[in-house]
């Protein structure tokens, strides 16, 4: 698919139905867009970074239960997403499933965090 550039929010939102994984940018990770996608479904692949804002994606996806979803090097993070693309049956399961771990997990406990 490629770099998709800005989009209002119905417009963003139905990107994800067209996406199969995505993949968190280094050295700075993102936040919002790592939730929406797993929200909407689309698993993420993150790299653990050198410094604290460069762990954001792996935070996030080890608390939601999915460190395998995180390399520990940039080889790994390749072979995350390589063993992920060649698995459209794994990755559909995902998207069934995504949303229901999310919002079970300690990433939606609002009662943790007021």
Known sequence: MGIIGYQDGPDYIRTYDRIDFALDPFPFVCGTTTFDALW????????????PVGRGGFRILST???????GQSVGDYTAVGQKLAASPGHLAGIRLGLRTEICSSPLMNSQRFG
């Open 40 to 51: 909407m479904g689309v698993p993420e692949v993150a790299l653990v970074g050198d410094c």
């Open 64 to 70: 939601l239960g999915h460190p395998e979803w995180v």
